[in-house]
């Protein structure tokens, strides 16, 4: 007997839209022209990709010539750190962003650490949320560069980009953001937000894997990072990937069109998972902001349980959800999000996160409604720590899983 499949990890990708696909489809097979061939082959995929361009400039408010495509967020964040701040040293070496990034912005900032360049990282509340005043703060005469997610991956948490946006453009520093998790999901306007450059990743929203887009603003000083061709405007070397580019364009096209429909259907959703689980559920923490979340985002920690024997028990009932606990997937550590919003690792080792697409339906929250109180019941009931004081729990952070301490 098969178990029906339900996908509620939509930040960790989405499938690809059907109509994305035959377009793609059409750009691999008849249309495979290479875009800087002068040919009629070359002219036609030249023409699909600069379509692309707008139908992508046009979903964040940007102009078509200050969108470069990428192979995806990772490129995109690495492309905007390190590229200002080679381009800009001559002013400063001072780059501010927050300890709740995703690994792509944290691991660049700590490379260009090895490389003169000093990098403040910016705490979190409870909520994940930063304190403008911290930013403030922060900022000195070398600051060159401010990155700020948009809404974090893990627990939802929408920073208020706009505010951080004017306090950049008031100290003349540039504003990144990276908004892979936003895009398609929360209406931006990066004009109107005071954004300077913004990474967007194809695949966090129904587009294939591997392409994304930097936004630059016009004017903003940045080195390319990948020498070679003369592609993207001399600014990113390397054949482009016509295919992906024009599946991008278009799923940003229907994601402008959806938009609306789609944040209210997964809003509500969420809201009802959120809920139904805090009403039903003893011991468990809802993590994230409670009202500045992303529509899709639902992440909690229960207490008396490890995330990923969670994780583990839900795939046997069919349902794929992903953790913030990474006990044995080969890193010790529990999430950094998590942590830098104070949790203790107990806590931040028992954490689920759900995260909604537009396919999901209430069928589907209802049945992992319905699962969910059972198998917590279960793992719990075989946790020696169940039932005891707390006092227990947090004199040793992480015995549920039986790691040492040291070993954090
Ligand atoms: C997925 C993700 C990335 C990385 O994007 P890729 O296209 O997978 O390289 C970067 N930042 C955030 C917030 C993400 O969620």
Known sequence: MSVKRIYFDHSATTPVDQEVANTMLEYMTEKFGNASSIHSFGREAKKAVEEAR?????????????????????????????????????????????????????HTCEYLEKNGFTVTYLPVDENAMIRLEDLKNAITDKTILISIMFANNEVGTIQP?????????????????????????????????????????????????????????????????????????????????VPGIVGLGKAAEIAQRDMDIKIKHITGLRDKLIAEVMEKIPHVKLNGHPTMRLPGNVNFSFLYVEGESLLLNLDLKGIAASSGSACTSGSLDPSHVLLAMGLSHEVAHGSLRVTLGRG????????????????????????????????TLASNPCNLCNHQIAQH
């Open 54 to 106: 707008e139908q992508v400039a046009k979903l964040i408010g940007a102009q078509s010539n200050e969108i470069f495509f990428t192979s995806g967020g990772t490129e995109g964040d690495n492309w905007a750190i390190k590229g200002v701040a080679y381009a800009n040293r001559k002013k400063g070496n001072h780059i501010i962003t927050t300890a709740i990034e995703h690994h792509a912005i944290l």
């Open 161 to 241: 980009i706009k505010e951080i946006g004017q306090i950049a453009k008031d100290k003349g520093i540039y504003f990144h953001t990276d908004a892979v998790q936003a895009v398609g999901n929360y209406p931006i306007d990066v004009k109107e937000m005071n954004i300077d450059l913004l990474s967007l990743s194809g695949h966090k929203f129904h587009a294939g894997k591997g392409v994304g887009a930097l936004y630059i603003r016009r004017g903003v000083r940045i080195e390319e990072i990948q020498h070679g061709g003369a592609h993207e405007r001399n600014m990113r070397a390397g054949t482009e990937n």
């Open 360 to 391: 999901n339906t209430a069928e589907e929250a209802d049945y992992f409604l319905e699962v969910l109180p059972e198998i917590l019941e279960r793992l719990r009931s075989m946790s020696p720590l169940y039932g005891q004081n707390t006092e």
